[in-house]
């Protein structure tokens, strides 16, 4: 039994204020379920009011931010919350990313028979469950969240329930995500083990806790060090393997298209924009803190993962037809990019904030194309095809060049803000000597040219084809969408040319 | 210490003992049953067994059991809560307030499944 | 006879065992109900690993709860991952009639 001053201090540190955005987006998403089930004739007003409330959250986070001075990590409940400027950074960013699911959900929902607030519901649960991810100090904080939000893409992934392909990737993702998980869940147990072991030098007090975990990898006994120790090197690549697995980069992607092009599209935006920056945000926890140590045994590992997921990325695309599959076969071929700027902040310190714009830039591109593909999406979702986008630039201009524009930001095409991010993530790789590699990823971003060019000749260039088949009806693009895709491209293309705007966003000057 | 657990062990090879020597002493010391399918069938009261064994559950079973197993995981929380409960208490340290939170959380849900039905049996 | 008392490594042995059966039984298996199981079995394998290093790590002084608080959120994690899988599997049951995972395949290109 710890003493009362013991229990007082541990009391203390309990700063739910500190956490006051999460728990306030848990309550909305709790009041939109009691409110639709008890008053289930006013949907509109409360899928309005999910809008507003978490406009008002991310108003609240910015003011907060901008306002806080900067200083040193803030602790709270024992070591288990780190707040940092990058997670309050990321903290806005998920924020801003639930914001575009929402919308892109009320549009997906628009003509279908599935429960909107629920959607919503569970939407928000898993935001904040990032939020908690990206601040998380310890193992037990970080394991909790990130399978919240995992079972909560689960249910995402499979919320058309009367599609076989959307149910179908649904289970995927379980079955693979449930597999990592456990892989994740075992090495975590290993360090758990190994660094609480008394007769190893500088034993954890609190081995789940990542700074303590950090100090007793990083100490050297008579022995030898610590981070040769087998259960060390084990369980730091089973933790690895299980977040490579949430980032898809091969040879874990495994379950990318499938799961991209089985799920709604709101889901699909999620998971290739929120999953990505939240898994690569907790590569940099794990390899900035505890695994800090491990470099020599990491880095070459990374290093293998990244060429080979840099050439997968680029060259699965290519002859794809389904755009849902495109964008999780490309988003492997990102996957690869951040990882090779992961590689190199391990040598030239404003990598990670050049991972950071990159991820920045790709949400905002992948959004704009994300939103066009809800508004031209057949009633079965998962059959989204090339041949869809056929004359779209004539049919309807606004949406034509969204496309073009969010669709050349992420193949890097010069005047684009997609073209900076990569040229900073390269400049960074060039800096710290990854010279093969480098030429991996130019050599990828040259291909990439190729698939995503395809997509855009069918908009731009092909006659819009009377077959008949694919529903001719007008488009309906409501003022709000127009407001948010002009804005999005906007950024895209001025944030290409001023960059530095942007760049300042995420700390890099 | 192991070899506190030495009776166990005798007790399993006894059982096991046991088990196969009564089945191998029948079937090498009795008589050979007369077989046919009538007598292989299942016996239910007399009657002409109807249906095959493996009936399919309806599926509001996996329902109710999905639910079950959500509320019923709650009480892996509240254990460690009533441990340290009257220690917390006698030290004026918040600890009900937390908890009931936790339970309001589980009880919008039930809410929400009562009120869309979930729990009606023949609807 | 002589017998070692049961210790760190014998629990460890288990958990690999588990963790093993896990791995192999997702990869090779077809039934998705079986699948969900071993999913199940690889979460038990660090149940096991966690709560037998909290008992043979703990010295005076220092008692390791971390692991077996950590234990209570795998169980509930676990139950809430098996809800919904059960929730999807029985969602594919009403439409396709089967669990075998090598007829699942509708999402091939």
Same mark, same amino acid.
């Given at each position: 039994?710890? @003493?009362?001053?013991?229990?007082?201090?541990?009391?203390a540190?309990?700063?739910?204020?500190?956490?006051?955005?999460?728990? /306030?987006?848990?309550? #909305?998403?709790?009041?939109?379920?009691?409110?639709?089930?008890?008053?289930?004739?006013?949907?509109?007003?409360?899928?309005?009011?999910?809008?507003?409330?978490?406009?008002?959250?991310?108003?609240?986070?910015?003011?907060?931010?901008?306002?806080?001075?900067?200083?040193?990590?803030?602790?709270?409940?024992?070591?288990?919350?780190?707040?940092?400027?990058?997670?309050?950074?990321?903290?806005?960013?998920?924020?801003?990313?639930s914001?575009?699911?929402?919308?892109?959900?009320?549009?997906? /929902?628009?003509?279908?028979?599935?429960p909107? $607030?629920?959607?919503?519901?569970?939407?928000? $649960?898993?935001?904040?469950?990032?939020? /908690?991810?990206?601040?998380?100090?310890?193992?037990? /904080?970080?394991?909790?969240?990130?399978?919240?939000?995992?079972? =909560?893409?689960?249910?995402?992934?499979?919320?058309?329930?009367?599609s076989?392909? @959307?149910?179908?990737?649904?289970?995927?993702?379980? $079955?693979?995500?449930?597999? @990592?998980?456990?892989?994740?869940?075992f090495?975590?147990? #290993?360090?758990?083990? $190994?660094?609480?072991?008394?007769?190893?030098?500088?034993?954890?007090?609190?081995?789940?806790?990542? !700074?303590?975990?950090?100090?007793?990898?990083?100490?050297?006994?008579?022995?030898?060090?610590?981070?040769?120790?087998?259960?060390?090197?084990?369980?730091?690549?089973?933790?690895?393997?299980?977040?490579?697995?949430?980032?898809?980069?091969?040879?874990?992607?495994?379950w990318?298209?499938?799961?991209?092009?089985?799920?709604?599209?709101?889901?699909?935006?999620?998971?290739?924009?929120?999953s990505?920056?939240?898994?690569?945000?907790?590569?940099?926890? %794990?390899?900035? *803190?505890?695994?800090?140590?491990?470099?020599?045994?990491?880095?070459?590992? %990374?290093?293998?993962?990244?060429?080979?997921t840099l050439?997968?990325?680029?060259?699965?695309?290519?002859?794809?037809?389904?755009?849902?599959?495109i964008?999780?076969?490309?988003?492997?071929?990102?996957?690869?990019? #951040?990882?090779?700027?992961?590689?190199?902040?391990?040598?030239v310190?404003?990598?990670?904030?050049?991972?950071?714009?990159?991820?920045?830039?790709?949400?905002?591109?992948s959004?704009?194309?994300?939103?066009?593909?809800?508004?031209?999406?057949?009633?079965?979702?998962?059959?989204?095809?090339?041949?869809?986008?056929?004359?779209?630039?004539?049919?309807?201009?606004?949406? =034509?060049?969204?496309?073009?524009?969010?669709?050349?930001?992420?193949?890097?095409?010069?005047? %684009?803000?997609?073209f900076?991010?990569?040229?900073? !993530?390269?400049?960074?790789?060039?800096?710290? =000597?990854?010279?093969?590699?480098?030429?991996?990823?130019?050599?990828?971003?040259?291909?990439?040219?190729y698939?995503?060019?395809?997509?855009?000749?069918?908009?731009?260039?092909?006659?819009?084809?009377?077959?008949?088949?694919? *529903?001719?009806?007008?488009?309906?693009?409501?003022?709000?969408?127009?407001?948010?895709?002009?804005?999005?491209?906007?950024?895209?293309?001025?944030?290409?040319?001023?960059?530095?705007?942007?760049?300042?966003?995420?700390?890099?000057? | 210490?192991?070899?506190d657990?030495?009776?166990?062990?005798?007790?399993?090879?006894?059982?096991?003992?046991?088990?196969?020597?009564?089945?191998?002493?029948?079937?090498?010391?009795?008589q050979?049953?007369?077989?046919?399918?009538?007598?292989?069938?299942?016996y239910?009261?007399?009657?002409?067994?109807?249906?095959?064994?493996?009936?399919?559950?309806?599926?509001?079973?996996?329902?109710?059991?999905?639910?079950?197993?959500?509320?019923?995981?709650?009480?892996?929380?509240?254990?460690?809560?009533?441990?340290?409960?009257?220690?917390?208490?006698?030290?004026?340290?918040?600890?009900?307030?937390?908890?009931?939170?936790?339970?309001?959380?589980?009880?919008?849900?039930?809410?929400y499944?009562?009120?869309?039905?979930?729990l009606?049996?023949?609807? | 006879?002589?017998?070692?008392?049961?210790?760190?490594?014998?629990y460890?042995?288990?958990?690999?065992?588990?963790?093993?059966?896990?791995? +192999?039984?997702?990869?090779?298996?077809?039934?998705?109900?079986?699948?969900?199981?071993?999913?199940?079995?690889?979460?038990s394998a660090?149940?096991?690993?966690?709560?037998? +290093?909290?008992? +043979?790590?703990?010295?005076?002084?220092?008692?390791?709860?971390?692991?077996?608080?950590?234990?209570? +959120?795998?169980?509930?994690?676990a139950?809430a991952?098996?809800?919904?899988?059960?929730?999807?599997?029985?969602a594919?049951?009403?439409?396709?009639?089967?669990?075998?995972?090598?007829?699942?395949?509708?999402?091939?290109?």
């Open positions: 039994m710890p @003493s009362t001053e013991e229990l007082q201090a541990l009391v540190a309990n700063t739910w204020s500190a956490l006051l955005p999460e728990i /306030l987006l848990g309550v #909305l998403a709790l009041a939109l379920l009691a409110v639709d089930a008890f008053a289930p004739r006013r949907q509109p007003q409360t899928l309005l009011a999910a809008m507003v409330g978490q406009a008002a959250i991310l108003a609240w986070l910015l003011f907060a931010v901008f306002t806080a001075e900067a200083g040193e990590a803030r602790v709270y409940f024992a070591g288990s919350v780190v707040q940092t400027a990058l997670s309050d950074w990321m903290r806005i960013f998920f924020v801003t990313c914001l575009f699911t929402t919308h892109l959900a009320l549009v997906y /929902l628009r003509n279908r028979e599935y909107r $607030v629920e959607y919503i519901h569970v939407s928000l $649960v898993v935001t904040a469950s990032f939020m /908690l991810l990206v601040q998380s100090g310890n193992f037990l /904080l970080f394991f909790v969240a990130l399978e919240t939000l995992t079972i =909560g893409f689960y249910v995402l992934v499979a919320f058309a329930r009367t076989r392909f @959307s149910l179908e990737a649904g289970l995927k993702y379980l $079955v693979m995500g449930g597999f @990592s998980s456990g892989i994740l869940l090495g975590i147990a #290993l360090l758990y083990g $190994v660094a609480g072991n008394p007769l190893l030098p500088a034993t954890a007090v609190d081995p789940l806790n990542f !700074i303590e975990l950090g100090a007793f990898i990083g100490a050297v006994g008579i022995d030898g060090a610590n981070a040769a120790h087998p259960l060390v090197i084990a369980g730091s690549l089973l933790v690895l393997t299980g977040v490579l697995f949430k980032v898809g980069a091969v040879p874990f992607q495994i990318v298209p499938d799961v991209y092009q089985g799920a709604p599209t709101p889901t699909t935006a999620a998971l290739a924009v929120a990505k920056a939240g898994g690569f945000f907790v590569l940099f926890i %794990l390899l900035s *803190g505890p695994f800090l140590a491990l470099e020599s045994l990491l880095f070459p590992v %990374l290093a293998g993962v990244t060429a080979v050439v997968f990325g680029n060259i699965a695309p290519l002859g794809q037809q389904n755009v849902k599959r964008m999780g076969l490309s988003g492997v071929a990102h996957a690869g990019v #951040l990882l090779l700027g992961m590689l190199a902040a391990y040598q310190p404003w990598a990670f904030h050049a991972v950071l714009f990159y991820l920045l830039v790709y949400a905002i591109a959004f704009a194309v994300f939103e066009v593909m809800a508004h031209l999406a057949p009633d079965e979702d998962a059959d989204q095809d090339i041949s869809h986008y056929r004359g779209l630039l004539k049919r309807h201009p606004l949406l =034509g060049s969204a496309l073009v524009i969010g669709l050349g930001s992420l193949a890097g095409i010069p005047p %684009l803000a997609g900076i991010a990569k040229v900073l !993530i390269f400049v960074a790789a060039f800096q710290a =000597g990854l010279y093969t590699l480098l030429a991996v990823a130019i050599l990828g971003v040259v291909i990439s040219i698939y995503y060019f395809g997509w855009m000749r069918a908009a731009v260039l092909r006659e819009l084809v009377d077959d008949g088949e694919s *529903g001719r009806e007008p488009l309906r693009v409501t003022i709000p969408t127009k407001v948010i895709l002009v804005a999005l491209a906007l950024i895209t293309v001025v944030g290409g040319i001023f960059q530095a705007g942007l760049t300042k966003l995420v700390g890099l000057s | 210490m192991l070899t657990y030495l009776p166990v062990l005798i007790q399993i090879g006894l059982a096991v003992f046991f088990a196969v020597a009564i089945l191998g002493f029948s079937h090498l010391m009795g050979r049953a007369r077989t046919n399918s009538l007598k292989d069938s299942a239910e009261c007399g009657m002409l067994p109807e249906g095959r064994a493996g009936a399919r559950f309806s599926v509001k079973f996996y329902l109710v059991a999905m639910l079950f197993i959500i509320f019923d995981i709650e009480v892996v929380f509240l254990i460690p809560w009533v441990l340290v409960y009257r220690d917390f208490l006698s030290q004026n340290l918040p600890i009900l307030f937390p908890v009931l939170f936790f339970i309001l959380v589980l009880v919008v849900g039930l809410i499944e009562l009120k869309k039905g979930v009606e049996w023949d609807k | 006879m002589t017998l070692t008392p049961v210790g760190l490594e014998h460890l042995f288990v958990a690999c065992l588990l963790f093993s059966i896990g791995v +192999f039984g997702v990869l090779l298996r077809s039934n998705t109900l079986i699948i969900l199981m071993c999913l199940e079995l690889m979460l660090s149940i096991v690993a966690l709560i037998a +290093f909290s008992r +043979f790590n703990a010295i005076e002084g220092s008692l390791m709860m971390g692991g077996n608080l950590f234990v209570l +959120f795998i169980i509930a994690i139950a991952e098996v809800a919904i899988g059960l929730a999807i599997i029985v594919l049951w009403r439409r396709q009639q089967t669990l075998d995972a090598t007829e699942i395949t509708s999402l091939k290109h």
